[in-house]
């Protein structure tokens, strides 16, 4: 089970009530070193892969011109690393949606940042279970997909991709990478093509529902009104309490 802290009541309304998810564009996320993993070249180590790599995608071009191109990566490494990381522009239509490992979900932290100071919901899904629809822009209508899902790594090495090792991380890896300094998130991500709302099949992959510890009762009382128009069936619902004589969340 992964779990979703809502601290907007009215994402979570429309998450229960619409069965939508909104995925973020990782360029709207407060950390600036997201998916910042670069691309770079090591012409001492790799000469001889640039050169097959610039022969390979220019072999139906005149031998002058392919020689020339040799030289000239060869002589400016970087023009050539900001090719490959032109590549990279892709990245911004991705759509990523952030969950918390289940031994999160009594966490403190979690609660103050990502769920407005204790005043939210979390949602428990099965990550087995879900599904994701959006739309694309090369045909009509939606397409049904499961998401890309991995636990988060952390870690304070810089990284970046070397195009032309032979041991690299890959694309996918980069987008699961993290700093230290978000390590009490215990974070697993889901990623998408595309960024914005998705319709996902909360009837099958929803599984509870979390009240924060100092949740208004007005709030409570919606999400129970949900349940009763049977918008919402076989759901558990708990809540969070202080521990007696201990500084800890008590869900129940």
Known sequence: MIYKFFGNIDFLLSTLSDSKLWFSKVDDFNDPFEWDVPYRIDISKNK???????????????????????????????????????????????????????????????????????????????????????????????????????????????????????ERPSLKDVEFIKSTDWEYEKEVRLISPKFGLHDFNSSHCLKEIVFGLKIPEIVKSNIINLFKKDILNDIKIMNCSKEKDKIELKVE
Request: proline share 3%.
């Open 48 to 166: 001889e892969q640039i050169v097959n790599h610039i022969k390979l995608n220019n072999r139906n071009r005149p031998k002058e011109y392919i020689k020339a191109k040799i030289d000239f990566y060869l002589s400016n490494p970087l023009k050539l690393e900001e090719e490959f990381n032109k590549t990279l522009e892709y990245r911004k239509n991705k759509g990523v949606c952030c969950f918390a490992k289940e031994e999160n979900l009594n966490n403190i932290l979690m609660w103050s940042h990502y769920a407005d100071n204790h005043k939210g919901i979390t949602l428990g899904i099965d990550e087995n279970l879900i599904e994701i629809s959006h739309t694309h822009d090369w045909f009509e209508g939606k397409h049904i997909t499961k998401p890309w899902i991995k636990q988060v790594q952390y870690t304070n090495e810089y990284r970046f991709i070397n195009p032309f090792a032979n």
